[in-house]
């Protein structure tokens, strides 16, 4: 158990030099509580420190959102903290199709969750590999055809309020540690200078 995870987590990233292997070692000897917390204190320079550290370092797979263990249609959760001024906790959850290989799936179901939900809409995404570079592709462009029962009804990310917060957007998300990734969101191919962290719930 770290002494003091957020500061074990925020110090390296607020260094000269942010060092990539350094900041995942320290993330996988976290408890699942120690790393939400950490990444939940991560600023707007740190998680754009982050992103910019680990391009190319370590590959990020399909099976590191949703493990090939667990069962298709069952969602995992990745609780996430975003750079926007407010709401800035929220949720991005997962699931595996019952259609594709858990071993390598071509794609994941996802959604967003968190308070301004009800507003906002659940934001419904497809996740798709980049595997020229190691990286995934959260794609609002497309919404799933199905999802968990458990999960809100799916909706259109270009009508109302949602396509001023989802619409036409693609985030690119980058492998941290076993647990954590961190994003970058672009509209239309152009980036907003906005990221977010997220720590799978195993």
Not at 21 to 45: K, P, S, W, Y
Not at 67 to 89: C, D, E, I, K
Not at 191 to 201: H, I, M, P, Q
Request: charged letters at 25%; proline letters at 7%.
């Amino acid at each position: 158990m770290a002494s003091d995870p957020i500061h074990s987590f925020l110090g390296p990233l607020r260094e000269a030099v942010v060092k990539p292997i350094e900041i995942a070692r320290v993330l996988d000897d976290m408890t699942h509580a120690e790393r939400v917390a950490a990444i939940r204190a991560a600023g707007r320079n740190e998680q754009r420190r982050l992103y910019e550290a680990v391009a190319g370092q370590r590959e990020l797979r399909m099976t590191d959102m949703v493990a090939p263990h667990v069962a298709a249609m069952t969602q995992v959760r990745h609780h996430g903290r975003n750079t926007l001024p407010a709401f800035s906790n929220f949720e991005k959850r997962f699931c595996r199709p019952s259609d594709v290989d858990p071993a390598s799936p071509a794609l994941l179901w996802g959604y967003n969750e968190g308070s301004m939900r009800w507003l906002t809409g659940p934001g419904y995404f497809v996740l798709r590999p980049d595997a020229e570079r190691g990286e995934l592709l959260v794609d609002y462009n497309q919404v799933p055809p199905a999802h968990p029962a458990a999960w809100p009804a799916i909706r259109s990310n270009e009508r109302g309020l949602s396509q001023f917060v989802y619409g036409f957007m693609i985030d690119r998300l980058r492998g941290v540690s076993k647990h954590v990734t961190v994003g970058s969101a672009a509209r239309k191919g152009k980036d907003l200078g906005s990221w977010f962290l997220l720590c799978r719930e195993d």
